[in-house]
């Protein structure tokens, strides 16, 4: 059974900067294989945060975080990572990774993942 564990999470300041780790126990390295960060904030959808072709490393963005927001991964430590910076307080929200089989096109889609982290609260504060 794949394993996701995320860590980083934290109380920031509006402008402050995070970075999360997710350590998996999966090691697929494919064009068609995805590892993408979400996050849901109370009483709203989860959404796609940022995403990674594990393959050769391609990455996309939501629209609000381009520009802010860097996706990575180490595949010889089997971890991906998000770094957050001039974060907003409209990006507080509880963070997780994921994991699974996945196209461009259904790369957004949280459905489309197999494998969930259970999750590390980001908080930022104006």
């Known amino acids: 059974q794949v394993q996701l564990q995320e860590s980083g999470g934290g109380s920031v300041q509006a402008g402050g900067s995070l970075r999360l780790t997710c350590a998996h126990s999966?090691?697929?390295?494919?064009?068609?294989?995805?590892m993408g960060w979400f996050r849901q904030a109370p009483g709203k959808e989860r959404e796609g945060v940022a995403f990674i072709f594990t393959g050769d490393g391609t990455s996309y963005y939501a629209d609000d975080v381009k520009g802010r927001f860097t996706i990575s991964r180490d595949n010889a430590k089997n971890s991906a990572y998000l770094q957050m910076n001039s974060l907003k307080v409209e990006d507080t929200a509880m963070y997780y990774c994921a994991t699974g089989w996945c196209t461009i096109a259904t790369m957004t889609t949280p459905a489309e993942y197999e494998n969930w982290g259970q999750g590390t609260q980001v908080t930022v504060s104006s």
């Open positions: 999966d090691d697929i390295d494919s064009r068609y294989y995805c």
